[in-house]
């Protein structure tokens, strides 16, 4: 098998997991047990030395970071399903646009409001200033994704592509942990209950 697939549920790795499924081509999934460890055994560290999942190896090449990965895959094998725009086309820089911008500026925000409003999160490591800055940037942005899908059902366009799997993803998550009520961005509500809808999806989102 040439891909293997490092991952373990509800974490960074469904981004990547849900790509894969989406497009079909043949892996083996490793699961991992964080909490015992498994991330940090050397032989896990020559793979991704962060030391994190996901991690994919294809070809015997390991790749790490979730939107690195998926871009990774997306011009490998989606192009030509229709799972990822042509590199150099404008729908690829806008893919791209939105796949950093998932990686670098929604996940900043919302991990900082995770960690300034989580239950998970001691009381004396919170701080409700910061969790108020947080919260105004995170909703500032899910303003964007709202703005951006008024007029069309996907991210990219008319079609589903990888670059609404990695906000998705996330979108899924933070309904769980900080944002349970989409409704103040119904476009952005939809957007998310149509992505979550795809059987991809809920193969690998069923506990088990
Ligand atoms: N930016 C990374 C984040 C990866 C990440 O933080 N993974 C977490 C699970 S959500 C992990 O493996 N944590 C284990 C650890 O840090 O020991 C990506 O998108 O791939």
């Known amino acids: ?11 960074s790795a469904v981004r990547t997991h849900w790509a894969l499924e989406e497009l079909g081509i043949p892996y083996e999934g490793v699961r991992m047990d964080l909490k015992a460890g498994d991330q940090k ?11 994190k999942v996901p991690t994919l190896v294809d070809d015997g090449v390991p790749y790490f970071e979730s939107a690195a990965i ?5 011009e490998k094998y989606g192009v030509e399903k229709g799972l990822w725009p042509k590199p150099g086309t404008h729908a690829y820089g806008r893919a791209m646009s939105w796949t950093v911008w998932a990686a670098a500026s929604l996940l900043n ?21 910061q969790a108020e800055g947080a919260r105004k940037d995170f909703e500032g942005l899910l303003g964007l994704l709202e703005a951006e899908l008024a007029d069309k059902p996907f ?18 998550w933070y309904q769980m942990a900080i944002v349970p009520d989409l409704s103040p961005w119904p476009q952005l509500k939809a957007w998310t209950a149509r992505c979550v809808e795809r059987p991809a999806f809920k193969r690998i989102s069923t506990p088990g």
């Open 70 to 74: 998926n871009i990774y895959l997306g």
């Open 109 to 129: 925000a919302g991990t900082r409001l995770i960690y300034n409003v989580s239950k998970e999160i001691p009381d004396d490591a919170k701080n409700a200033v």
């Open 155 to 172: 991210l990219t366009g008319q079609t589903f592509t990888l670059a609404d799997v990695l906000i998705a993803a996330d979108l899924w």
């Open 41 to 51: 055994k050397p032989e896990f560290l020559k793979l991704n030395p962060n030391g």
């Open 1 to 11: 098998m040439a891909i293997k697939f490092y991952f373990s549920p509800y974490s």
